[in-house]
Structures are given as structure tokens and as C-alpha cells.
């Protein structure tokens, strides 16, 4: 997991192997969460100057035009339906009514 401390590269926390991560190794998104899809490529792994672990993130800042930052706060958790409030329910279209055919004159004959 990457934890924002302000620099150009973030630390790397959390690490369920750290014997297992090295500087140079590449960190993509997991898709975890759901909030970003797998695969995408997020850095790669280096030695900060603290002898932290730290990744050198791939986004080029020089051409960032657009950012989304995602903050993470308590969820209150829900446990019964009655809590929900559903979105309103649209009206149901009204059915097409066929227009009328004027009935067939039996004496016409088939023409």
C-alpha cells in the first residue's frame, strides 16, 4: 500500500513479504477496492534516502492536466434495508395504442 507523506515518492507500507520487494521492481494497481482496475501501472519500487521503500510513481506531473484525489472515511455501516432511502421510482411510459384501421367492407370484395 502507498501512503502520501507529500513527496515525489510515496513510501511503501504495509508489506505482507518485504524480503520479497527490491528496488526496480515494477507496483501496478491490484483492483482491490474497486476503485481502479487491475494492471494499471503505478511505479517502481526504490530506496529513499531514510532506507524506507518508496515508489517513483509513472505519472509525469509536468503534463498532468487532471487529478482526482480519493480521501478514505469511516463508512457507516449499514445493517437493515430500512435504512436505505431507493431513488424515486419513474413514471412507467404509457402504452402506444395502435391507431385504428377501418374495418374491412366484406361486400369490396378482394379488389
Known amino acids: 500500500m502507498l501512503v502520501g507523506d507529500n513527496s515525489p515518492a510515496p513510501p511503501v507500507e504495509f508489506v505482507e513479504a518485504p524480503e520479497q520487494v527490491r528496488p526496480g521492481d515494477r507496483v501496478i494497481s491490484s483492483g482491490d477496492g474497486g476503485v481502479f482496475p487491475a494492471g494499471l501501472l503505478v ?4 530506496l529513499g534516502t531514510d532506507q524506507r521503500l518508496r515508489v517513483r510513481l509513472a505519472a509525469d506531473y509536468e503534463r498532468l492536466s487532471f487529478l482526482r484525489v480519493l480521501r478514505s472515511h469511516p463508512a457507516e455501516q ?3 434495508a430500512g435504512g436505505l432511502i431507493p431513488p424515486p421510482v419513474a413514471p412507467a411510459p404509457a402504452e402506444a395504442v395502435p391507431p385504428e384501421t377501418p374495418a374491412a367492407d366484406p361486400e369490396a370484395g378482394d379488389g
Open 43 to 46: 511505479g517502481q519500487v526504490e
Open 78 to 80: 449499514i445493517t437493515e
